[in-house]
């Protein structure tokens, strides 16, 4: 069962603190954000001591498709994907999918 991902919101451009991100293990059944919105960016950091995997799951969009497959992340190295449109990435539930092969990755969302 795949599983929701938390979105940390930023404090925007008159912030008086610094925002925390909030990064959870990858579910390797598969994961989610609820809600895509426009602009929102994924992190993500491979905890492990192995090369993993990452898929994010696009939508067609004028006849194409544009997953981003089995896309590579080292061991202790940080990707960063987005900002993404609604068109071609929110499926019909609003959800953008994204699967990762193993629970060391790190998977965060930022959104403005």
Do not use: C
Not at 17 to 41: E, F, H, K, Q
Not at 74 to 98: D, H
């Amino acid at each position: 069962m795949a599983t929701a991902l938390t979105v940390t919101t930023l404090g925007g451009p008159y912030a008086t603190a610094l925002t925390a991100l909030t990064m959870g293990a990858a579910d390797p059944t598969g994961n989610y954000v609820v809600s895509l919105n426009r602009g929102d960016i994924l992190i993500f950091h491979n905890s492990g001591a192995s090369e993993r995997t990452i898929t994010i799951s696009s939508v067609a969009l004028n006849g194409r498709t544009g997953d981003i497959t089995a896309a590579t992340i080292a061991a202790g190295i940080y990707k960063v994907f987005g900002p993404f449109e609604l068109e071609g990435w929110a499926q019909t539930t609003g959800r953008l999918n994204i699967t990762v092969n193993n629970a060391e990755v790190l998977v965060g969302v930022l959104r403005r």
